[in-house]
């Protein structure tokens, strides 16, 4: 997975998980990864305190974001912002640039 690519699925994961704790079926298949890839990711985001595995009152365990994660989120979304208003360069398009 390319370093951009990476960065978006991350930023898709944070968002998922700040709209509401979500058990980690549910990213799985939310983000189409497949749990090899969401345990490479989980782990990492455990290690750097993105996310926190917390039990709620049905016993099951669930996933919630940190304050670091949620400024983390908040820091892609500004770089993309930024990162978007730069014009292409010559031969290439807007399209490309995103991508």
């Known amino acids: 997975m390319k370093p951009r690519q990476e960065v978006d699925l991350l930023q898709d994961v944070l968002k998922l998980i700040k709209e509401k704790p979500r058990r980690k079926r549910s990213i799985v298949i939310s983000t189409y990864l ?12 455990m290690e750097l305190d993105l ?5 709620v009152e049905t016993g099951k365990k669930v996933f919630e974001i940190t ?16 990162w978007h208003s730069f014009p292409p360069k010559l031969g290439e398009s ?4 995103k991508s």
Not at 51 to 55: D, G, M, N, Q, S
Not at 94 to 97: H, Q
């Open 34 to 45: 497949t749990y090899g890839m969401w345990r490479k990711y989980w782990i990492r985001m």
């Open 51 to 55: 996310i926190r595995e917390v039990e």
């Open 67 to 82: 304050p670091k994660g949620d400024d983390l989120l908040n820091l892609i979304g500004v770089f993309k912002s930024v």
């Open 94 to 97: 807007n399209k490309a640039i």
